[in-house]
């Protein structure tokens, strides 16, 4: 048999792999909105609920994100062909370039270019044109909105006085300064027409069912994708006083944040203390009845990927973070540390976890290529040689780490795997690995010792999937 990483026969990656691979097949997008979306006869079922298509006027579908070309297609083929022509079904869904293909009534539009997971003028072109479809429907009709992973970047529409380039550069601030998910949603929903509920209050649709694969931890659905179908949870005084302090926490105007994004949040949260105080409230309801399902998420594919470790033979332990991670290094530190522990006990072999953990960047002028997953590897690595580059790596422990979306950071590969065989490969090659941890260059060290993991998109998003597996060779405390 020969796999993904190029091995002849079956290794410890490739037991990784198999089990990484059952975990993301258990999240592909199509099958996930084939199973929540069912029609028999008249009666369309989405979720628990049942709706009598002979009272619809017509069907419209928006969305964006990783997976929006797996979701369109399951959603053409659980509607049928009779209803997407007698509901004269159709929209937009904004997804990355590369993952445009043919549909039948939903069309795909391209939002940004593969591999650049930043806001581009085609999202917004994309974004307004759903804003302006949902705004000219009636209460007889359905609005689907398809919602996953990616999409905060994928569905852009700047507030008035803020330029996509301003959005851009204080995204691209945060991120640098290593803001989790929570704080960059924070900032973005403030400078949006569209996430906070901005497409649910556009909407004029009798109906609105949002079906949503999760990518946030926990999947709080005012966070996956800047929630465009779901309200904010609080008041708009605090949530826009929260912005600013994120940003001034990480340092504001001084540290690079533009002067007029500052003054507009500033200026938005007087308005909204005025508002406050004289008992007005600045958020405007949505028209229609909205419902909001998750179909997908980090721990289904945990789980899936539990249940093909234990038919390899392994004795497995799981978990899924349900909350916001640490830096990357600091993961993988823990899973190298976790695989040790594996081998000099009788426990489990197999450990499987999910997440998603945030890089801390080097400075421009330092930094390499890589991402999240690759960085969390290498931080693996480190941790079971030691300081010493050339101490020889476990020969019974293989560690994976790689995004269900196929894209990690701004590279074409999906994470990476270290095993004996990629750590000998560095070695010889006299790789450091502290070194290219520094430089935020994993990318390269393993495109030279030979442990990439490349997929092409995914069309789905749930986070990330981690394994680190422990053989039957010899047991060595030390990890030696």
């Not at 890589?370 to 101490?391: K, M, T, Y």
């Not at 795997?417 to 990629?422: E, F, G, I, K, T």
């Amino acid at each position: 048999m020969t796999d993904i990483l190029g091995n002849a026969r079956r290794s410890l990656r490739d037991d990784a792999w198999r089990i990484w691979l059952a975990g993301l097949e258990a999240v592909r997008a199509d099958r996930l909105v084939e199973r929540c979306v069912r029609r028999h006869g008249d009666t369309l079922h989405i979720g628990d609920e049942a709706i009598d298509l002979r009272g619809v006027g017509r069907i419209a579908v928006v969305g964006a994100g990783k997976a929006g070309a797996g979701m369109a297609a399951g959603l053409e083929n659980a509607l049928g062909d009779d209803v997407l022509t007698s509901k004269r079904v159709g929209g937009l869904v904004n997804v990355p370039a590369d993952c445009v293909r043919p549909t039948k009534a939903i069309r795909l539009h391209a939002a940004r270019p593969a591999g650049v997971n930043e806001p581009r003028r085609e999202g917004v072109d994309g974004t307004l044109k759903m804003l302006q479809l949902v705004s000219n429907l009636g209460q007889p009709d359905i609005c689907i909105a398809l919602i996953s992973g990616g999409g905060s970047a994928l569905l852009p529409a700047p507030v008035d006085g803020i330029t996509l380039e301003d959005k851009l550069e204080v995204t691209q601030f945060l991120s640098a300064a290593g803001a989790n998910i929570e704080e960059l949603n924070a900032v973005r929903k403030q400078l949006s027409r569209v996430k906070g509920g901005g497409l649910a209050r556009a909407c004029n649709a009798g109906r609105l069912i949002a079906l949503i694969i999760s990518d946030v931890l926990g999947d709080p659905l005012d966070v996956i994708a800047s929630g465009p179908t779901v309200e904010n949870r609080t008041t708009p005084l605090r949530d826009t006083q929260r912005a600013v302090d994120v940003l001034e926490r990480f340092g504001g105007v001084a540290a690079g944040v533009p002067q007029n994004v500052m003054n507009f949040l500033r200026s938005r949260a007087t308005a909204a203390h005025s508002n406050a105080a004289s008992g007005q409230s600045a958020a405007l309801a949505s028209h229609c009845r909205t419902t909001n399902l998750v179909i997908g998420n980090n721990a289904a594919a945990v789980d899936a990927a539990g249940m093909e470790a234990e038919r390899l033979g392994y004795r497995h332990a799981m978990h899924s973070a349900t909350t916001l991670e640490g830096d990357a290094e600091n993961v993988g530190q823990h899973l190298a540390q976790m695989a040790r522990r594996m081998m000099s006990s009788n426990g489990p072999n197999c450990l499987i976890t999910g997440g998603e953990p945030v890089v801390r960047l080097a400075p421009p002028e330092q930094r390499g290529l890589g991402g999240r997953n690759q960085q969390l590897v290498l931080s693996a690595l480190q941790e079971l040689i030691g300081s010493d580059s050339q101490r020889a790596f476990p020969d019974n422990i293989a560690i994976l780490s790689a995004g269900t979306d196929g894209e990690d950071g701004p590279t074409d590969a999906a994470g990476a795997v270290v095993d004996a065989q990629v750590a000998t490969a560095a070695a010889r090659e006299r790789l450091d690995p502290a070194d290219y941890l520094a430089r935020n260059d994993a990318y390269h060290f393993f495109a030279t010792a030979g442990g990439l993991l490349k997929t092409g998109p995914t069309h789905t998003n749930v986070c990330d999937i981690r394994i680190a597996i422990v053989g039957e060779g010899q047991k060595r405390s030390n990890g030696g």
